[in-house]
């Protein structure tokens, strides 16, 4: 038995010492038909070893798409990977203007539902009018669940001077109305509102930064000026996540005299640059505030911070988010690009704007304006922190503060007012907006007699709009609750025309109408009043 065992144990040590030995043989063999990886980086190489051994075949085009964005991840919070796929809706925002038709639109009841025309566009020219159901395109019926607006979006939009054909549906028209349709170049309109508030202030809600923006502003600011007899200007900039830079110091300068700073931009391979005001702008002696909030990021923070820092106007809101990292797009063979953190932002003061991160690890920057909601940075100032060894001064000698963002000169608490509950589940869903439409649709000759925003809204509420949208969301669904719709019935009924608005008299009525109450503003319009060229330098906060 003994011998047996023995005789046994030999035989699987010399099978297991020859695979073993036939391993080692065929890995010499293998590593000799394998290049040399010296002169390969080690990414580089792992891509090659993959490709060429790896035990299955593999997308190798997949493999590096989804191997790039990992890669940018471990740098910073905005370097980031765009495909040739989204390439079009990216430059798009840039160039602030695509091919198209020229409607404003949504989908109600599978519908597609003019809610304006573009002026100067394809559509208007054609004479499309809001209200319009676009129930075919190109002959075939457009309509049902498979819209979608993206859907739309592709079938509309297309090259420039190619012709699509629609078919309408048109109230009061005894039968379906068709149009052949040129397609051509619609702006992207980056200022979202330009009213006159009181008898002499020019309010612009600017939304983007785009290539279009600082012919608009222009166009915009010339024509208060000249019409509207508006001395001076309150730019609000909430909600402004930047955009391109070049508009945005376009615009800088025609507030500031001539050889003032306007910003400096440095980083390792990006030799120190310095834009100064070249003392040609129109605005020079127009009085100035900026309205800021949370959500303001990268060239709304540029623009703030000069106008701050050269003790050219007052900043009027919220600390800003604290974007000051600059990208530049690098564009690749196949249509993709990569945007590349390739510098720092720096205002006059020497502030860099930039909010910390941890490099590889964004959750605590990506929840940073959360944290600040739960600190109570939105209902105080004092809950703000502030650094002492991050103190600059501006022109005049006023502090203010790095660390992260812009921060007001006059803070305004975030309006909490007139959310109940009821008021949330309402307007957290598409209510409101399928109410307005439906309501606009339904009254349009009527609503088209008035003429301001003020007239209309006075007859909204003659007329118990908002009474008959609460009926409207109880048909929905939507449990009556007395109490609650009384605390919120301002804020409410105020959306709710501001919605009509929209549809029947433009962006701007309904901006006027949403922002009749708004603390913000109405803090901006009080200090414009009394302010010059230049602040003063006792100011309360």
């Not at 100035?288 to 709304?300: F, K, P, Q, R």
């Not at 564009?331 to 720096?346: E, I, K, N, Q």
């Not at 009527?446 to 908002?466: C, G, H, I, N, S």
């Not at 709710?496 to 008299?505: F, P, T």
Request: charged share 25%; hydrophobic share 35%.
């Amino acid at each position: 038995m003994k011998n047996r065992y023995q005789l046994f144990l030999i035989v699987f040590l010399s099978v297991l010492i020859g695979i073993t030995i036939g391993n080692f043989v065929s890995l010499r063999q293998q590593s000799k038909s394998i290049p040399s990886l010296v002169n390969f980086n080690k990414l580089d190489a792992l891509l090659h070893l993959v490709s060429s051994k790896y035990v299955d075949d593999i997308n190798e085009k997949e493999l590096i798409e989804g191997l790039i964005p990992k890669v940018l991840l471990e740098l910073d919070p905005h370097s980031v990977y765009i495909t040739a796929e989204e390439m079009e809706k990216a430059n798009e925002d840039i160039e602030g203007s695509f091919s198209g038709v020229g409607i404003q639109f949504n989908i109600r009841e599978d519908t597609i539902r003019v809610v304006a025309v573009i002026t100067g566009g394809p559509a208007e020219q054609a004479g499309l009018r809001a209200g319009d159901m676009i129930v075919s395109i190109n002959d075939s019926s457009f309509v049902g669940p498979s819209i979608t607006n993206d859907r739309v979006m592709k079938t509309l939009r297309g090259e420039k001077n190619t012709k699509v054909k629609v078919g309408i549906r048109r109230r009061n028209a005894a039968q379906e109305l068709s149009y052949n349709l040129t397609r051509d170049d619609i702006p992207v309109n980056s200022i979202d509102a330009s009213y006159k508030i009181g008898e002499n202030i020019a309010y612009i809600k600017l939304g983007k930064f785009t290539r279009s923006t600082y012919n608009e502003f222009l166009s915009v600011i010339s024509k208060m000026q000249a019409q509207d007899n508006c001395d001076r200007v309150i730019l609000d900039l909430r909600g402004n996540p930047g955009g391109l830079m070049g508009p945005a110091l376009a615009i800088l300068n025609e507030f500031l005299p001539r050889n003032s700073l306007m910003l400096y931009v440095e980083g390792k391979a990006y030799k120190r640059e310095e834009s100064f005001s070249d003392g040609r702008g129109s605005c020079q002696n127009t009085p100035i505030i900026v309205l800021m909030d949370e959500w303001a990021a990268s060239s709304s923070e540029i623009v703030a911070g000069a106008i701050q820092d050269n003790d050219r106007g007052y900043i009027v809101g919220r600390r800003s988010y604290g974007k000051g990292l600059v990208q530049q797009q690098i564009p690749f063979r196949d249509g993709s690009a990569v945007r590349l953190t390739v510098a720092h932002y720096y205002v006059p003061s020497g502030r860099n704007i930039q909010k910390p991160f941890e490099k590889g690890d964004f959750k605590d920057y990506e929840m940073d304006l959360i944290n600040r909601y739960l600190r109570g940075e939105f209902d105080s100032r004092d809950s703000i922190r502030l650094s002492d060894s991050l103190v600059y001064k501006t022109k005049g000698g006023r502090p203010v503060y790095g660390g992260g963002g812009i921060m007001p000169d006059f803070f305004v608490p975030l309006d909490t007012t007139g959310g109940s509950e009821w008021y949330n589940t309402v307007f957290n869903q598409i209510f409101p907006y399928n109410f307005a439409a439906s309501y606009a649709d339904h009254h349009r000759e009527q609503l088209l007699t008035f003429k301001t925003p003020a007239a209309l809204k006075a007859y909204l509420q003659e007329q118990r709009v908002f009474e008959n949208f609460v009926d409207y969301t109880v048909a929905q669904g939507i449990p009556k609750k007395p109490q609650e719709i009384s605390e919120s019935k301002d804020l409410a009924a105020d959306q709710i025309y501001a919605y009509i608005a929209r549809n029947i008299l433009g962006e701007d009525a309904f901006w006027m109408i949403l922002q009749e109450k708004d603390p913000t503003l109405n803090k901006a319009v009080s200090l414009i009043q009394n302010l010059g060229t230049n602040v003063p330098l006792d100011h309360t906060r």
